[in-house]
């Protein structure tokens, strides 16, 4: 995973928790489906998300509302390769 280690430098000092979800959506599990993200932080919905990754994280953005965050608390950065 690209810039791995600044991620987890920057969350451990700000106290931060990261939480990679890495896998196909359409394979027998989906990372992204809202009880799965639920499952992974019942307390979702309190928290602030990033988004950083191609324009598919849409999908990601649309499927942290449905599991209850406020479109408020979804921040996102698209890139291309």
């Known amino acids: 995973m690209v810039l ?3 991620l987890e430098a920057i969350a451990a000092a700000r106290g931060a ?3 990679y979800l890495l896998g196909p959506s359409d394979g027998p599990y989906d990372p992204l489906a ?3 993200l639920r499952d992974l932080l019942p307390d979702l ?3 602030d998300v990033y988004l950083c990754g191609p324009p598919g994280m849409a999908r990601a953005a649309a499927a942290l509302e449905k599991a209850g965050v406020p ?3 979804i921040h996102s950065e698209q890139f291309t390769f």
């Open 34 to 36: 809202p009880r799965a």
């Open 17 to 19: 928790t990261l939480h």
């Open 71 to 73: 479109a408020s608390r």
């Open 4 to 6: 791995r280690q600044e």
């Open 45 to 47: 919905p309190e928290h």
